[in-house]
């Protein structure tokens, strides 16, 4: 079953920049170090079995498999249905093999010659160069494996995970500590895999270990809450609200069951080690002491604000807001909005928090009542426009508003003179609410203003309409007097 964290929107105050570089430099690192490497091992494939090499060779490494990968060697001893093209690419994929070959008194200066062709051109990979192999542990692999991917489909999938818990990541911990989680996970992941590993000498690719890591970390920074997740069994798909917690125990389970199971060439206990390493990362992140300085690339840290005598209830409430614990958290915000309602600082920390479940509809009701107190208070306006933009971006659209909010945010825009911004609401308006009362009084006020503008199309369309849709009324007359004069 795939389970995909759905709690958290992206922010746009705090886009996710690290998560973005980090898959930029994976998808450079694989266009510039790996697009050759299949030209490279077919080149070294085609020579290898015309020179005879495989021939050659072919019993040397069943012997060598043998002494050193007893798995191996029993998946390709007498195996009669096992390709040629196979065996050559577990031969040359193999950098210990051409060490070993070259302890053997049988092995001639031909054999030599040929093999340094094929090892001079496997040299050019990015298997030979930048994999972590556990037989030769190297700390330059254990980083720069976490860069290499075994084809396109392997890094277009881990590129999503990356997002889809990296910027979740980003926003709850920050760019410093989400980094070092990352660091630090792919490095267990590396560690892990060559303590649990039975085969030292097949190779480590892939940012798994320390995407792992980042869905450890996810689960740990909430633990015991209940987190929205998306889910997908077969046909089945929808949300869940689950524990983070057993949702960590399940993606271990995952992980252990299927490298007892599979006998595929993922690397489930790299995996099983970049999760607990992200788990006790935020865990340590969540609960040690916390210095004075908070870090300033974190959406979820405590804004400055003046004294106020409401300020301990208000650093109350960020402080639930950071341990997560929201439901406390908006019962104070919005108890400080009661208490203080000309504070824009209460809004906008509990717009963060409703933002977090921009569908629900307290989320709506706070819009609404941000675009109305933005009509009465000029610095609302900002905020005001960023829920609005909120509110299209997520598909609701101006629909989660009631006619009346619009129609007096419309004619505040108007009044201002800020006609661009207010015809989109007026069009909406006319489309779905035609029939309220104050809408006639708003057209005509946007009429004239278009008007003074020398937006005479707009002003006569306006006007025509008034004329008609309304014409037994007061504006309607009005409208029509206007249109005969100017004609």
């Given at each position: 079953m795939l389970l995909l964290p759905a709690e958290n929107g992206i922010s746009k105050k705090?886009?996710?920049?690290?998560?973005?570089?980090?898959i930029l430099i994976n998808i450079i690192a694989y266009i510039v170090l790996q697009t050759n490497d299949n030209k490279v091992f077919s080149d070294a494939s085609e020579y290898y079995v015309k020179s005879g090499l495989l021939e050659q060779e072919r019993e040397v490494f069943e012997e060598y498999a043998l002494e050193n990968r007893n798995e191996l060697y029993r998946s390709i001893h007498n195996?009669?249905?096992?390709?040629?093209?196979?065996?050559?690419?577990?031969?040359?994929?193999?950098?210990?093999?051409?060490?070993y070959i070259k302890t053997l008194s049988s092995y001639s200066l031909d054999w030599r010659q040929k093999r340094e062709n094929v090892n001079e051109t496997l040299e050019d990979s990015s298997l030979y160069s930048y994999a972590y192999y556990p037989s030769e542990p190297s700390v330059f692999t254990a980083f720069t494996h976490m860069f290499m991917h075994g084809g396109i489909e392997h890094l277009l999938g881990n590129m999503l995970f990356l997002f889809l818990f990296g910027f979740n990541?980003?926003?709850?911990?920050?760019?410093?500590?989400?980094?070092?989680?990352?660091?630090?996970?792919?490095?267990?992941?590396?560690?892990?895999f060559s303590i649990t590993t039975t085969d030292k000498y097949v190779p480590l690719v892939g940012a798994s270990g320390a995407i792992?890591?980042?869905m450890g970390g996810f689960c740990g920074w909430y633990g015991l809450k209940n987190i929205r997740y998306f889910y997908w069994l077969f046909v089945i798909f929808d949300y869940i609200k689950l524990p983070?917690?057993?949702?960590?125990?399940?993606?271990?389970?995952?992980?252990?069951?299927?490298?007892v199971i599979s006998d595929d060439n993922v690397a489930y206990m790299a995996h099983f080690g970049g999760l607990v390493a992200g788990f006790i990362c935020a865990l340590l992140f969540k609960y040690l002491p916390k210095s004075d300085s908070v870090d300033k690339d974190t959406e979820v840290s405590v804004p400055e604000v003046?004294?106020?005598?409401?300020?301990a209830k208000y650093d109350e409430a960020c402080s639930a807001f950071q341990q997560l614990e929201f439901d406390r958290a908006r019962t104070l915000l919005s108890q400080l909005i009661e208490q203080d309602p000309q504070n824009i600082d209460y809004y906008s920390k509990l717009y963060a928090l409703e933002k977090i479940n921009p569908s629900s509809q307290t989320f709506n009701e706070l819009c609404n009542r941000i675009v109305l107190r933005s009509v009465k208070d000029h610095q609302f306006?900002?905020?005001?426009?960023?829920?609005?933009?909120?509110?299209?971006?997520n598909g609701q659209g101006l629909k989660a508003l009631p006619a009346e909010t619009l129609i007096q945010y419309a004619s505040h825009l108007v009044q201002k003179g800020e006609l661009h911004q207010a015809k989109p609401i007026i069009n909406f308006v006319v489309k779905?609410?035609?029939?309220?009362?104050?809408?006639?009084?708003?057209?005509?006020?946007?009429?004239?203003?278009c008007e003074k503008n020398d937006d005479h199309m707009t002003y006569k369309k306006v006007f025509t309409y008034l004329s008609k849709k309304h014409s037994d009324t007061f504006i309607g007359e009005e409208a029509k007097k206007a249109l005969a004069n100017s004609g």
């Open positions: 705090n886009p996710p920049y690290l998560t973005i570089t980090l195996n009669q249905y096992l390709p040629d093209g196979y065996l050559v690419q577990l031969i040359l994929a193999d950098k210990h093999f051409t060490h990541l980003e926003l709850l911990l920050g760019r410093g500590k989400m980094l070092a989680l990352y660091i630090v996970s792919g490095l267990a992941a590396v560690t892990f792992a890591g980042l983070a917690a057993l949702v960590f125990f399940y993606f271990l389970a995952k992980e252990y069951i299927m490298s003046d004294t106020h005598p409401l300020k306006a900002k905020l005001a426009d960023v829920a609005l933009g909120e509110l299209t971006s779905h609410y035609d029939f309220n009362e104050q809408l006639p009084k708003l057209l005509f006020q946007f009429g004239l203003a």
